[in-house]
Every structure is written in C-alpha cells, then in structure tokens.
C-alpha cells in the first residue's frame, strides 16, 4: 500500500467546513484513496473513498488531485460530534486488509 | 444499522485466564475477517486475518499459539486471548472486507487484565 501524510491535529469551527488533507505521492494507478474515522472508544467507520473523479456521499465530500498525488477530505457544516481521528488509506481493493497510519485529530470547536 | 458485531464490548479478567471474543456479520456472509489491535492513544495494528474453513495468517510477531482464531462460519470468527498477562490489556477490533471495496469494522473490544 502506498504511503500517506497526514497533518497530526486540526481544529475546526462548529458549522464550519473541516478539510482534512492528504498527501499520497507514491500512489498507483489501481489503487484508491479512502478515508475513515475512529471516535473514541469505537471500531472505524467507513466516510467515502474514490479512485480519481472527486466524490460526495451523505458524510463527505472527497476531492481528488488530477495528477492523484494527493486529496482532501470535506466535511461540510462540522458538528461536534465529527470530533475523531481521520485516517487517510491508500489501497489496491479487493478483500484486502487496511493498513492505519497515525491520522488527523480533528477536534471540533464549539 | 451495524453490519458487524462483537461481545463482549468490555472485560475484565485476572492473569493467567483466556479470553475468548465473538465478531459477527449481522448482514452479510464472510469469508475473511480481519483483527485488529489498538493501545491507547496508537493507531490500529493489523493483528491476524481469520479465513473461513482455514488456518488464520498471523501478521509478523503476532504469537499463534497466544491469539487463538476460529472462523468457524461464514457469520462468527472468534479471537482467544489465551493466558492472559496485563500487557495484552488493548482494543480489540474486527473488520469485515466487503465487494464495494469498503471494509466494516466491529465496535470493538475492551480488555483490561489485572
């Protein structure tokens, strides 16, 4: 799986959009980015992932670089309840296992 | 709603005994499962992958013969943590790989050894 960087920490206005950045420059061409999250004390929870054309589900909004080295995460109106660490993956699919990295705390503010 | 189950959520047990952790699909049937392991204030480590009717891949420096797999059915696999010593007190997690290419994760296990 190719590598991430993710900023350690951010904070975030409630109400606010929260974008969360990822850096993958050693991504291949059949892998994909995801994004998931792990409130305190919980299992992860999937938000959205995407291959190369930006994407939006009811959590999220995922925009994608076109040369694919690199994405942010949109969380567009931040509540408290969105305070979690972000882990930003990049994988081939398949039934493959996730590897985590450190990720983002985002911490959102009243 | 969850796809993914686990029981107990939390234990408490002394040094010495073994503790035995349910993950289930609720909805869906699965081959492979994935465990996961996280200390507090670390991210998640990759522990083993439990594959239905077969022998469970332990990743490097995971002890077998510590962490006992059974995926049993294509709905339970079972994680024991056998002779138990604080240092194995963590969360236990369980994911569930799925064809969308997402994966679901468990809510996850506490366990605390005294």
């Known amino acids: 799986d190719a590598k991430t960087t993710q900023p350690t920490s951010m904070d975030c206005a409630e109400g606010r959009a929260a974008n969360l950045p990822c850096n993958h420059s050693?991504?291949?061409?059949?892998?994909?980015v995801y994004w998931y999250r792990q409130i305190h004390s919980q299992g992860p929870q999937y938000i959205i992932h995407g291959l190369k054309n930006n994407e939006t589900n009811e959590m999220a909004s995922l925009i994608i670089t076109e040369d694919r080295k690199s994405s942010t995460l949109i969380l567009p109106h931040a509540t408290l309840r969105d305070t979690a660490v972000y882990y930003c993956?990049?994988?081939?699919?398949?039934?493959?296992?996730?590897?985590f990295g450190i990720g983002t705390k985002l911490q959102v503010i009243p | 709603g969850a796809v993914v189950s686990q029981h107990p959520s939390r234990v408490i047990c002394k040094s010495g005994t073994s503790v035995k952790i349910e993950c289930r699909s609720l909805d869906f049937q699965a081959t492979t499962m994935f465990w996961y392991r996280q200390f507090p204030k670390k991210s998640l480590m990759l522990m083993a992958t439990s594959n239905e009717g077969s022998k469970a891949t332990y990743e490097q420096g995971v002890e077998k013969d510590k962490f006992l797999i059974n995926h049993a059915s294509l709905t339970l696999s079972t994680l024991t943590v056998t002779s138990a010593h604080p240092e194995d007190s963590s969360f236990y997690i369980c994911?569930?790989?799925?064809?969308?290419?997402?994966?679901?994760f468990g809510p996850g296990t506490r366990l605390l050894v005294l």
């Open positions: 994911s569930i790989p799925m064809v969308s290419e997402t994966q679901y």
């Open positions: 050693t991504i291949s061409g059949n892998e994909y």
């Open positions: 993956i990049v994988r081939a699919g398949g039934y493959q296992k996730v590897t």
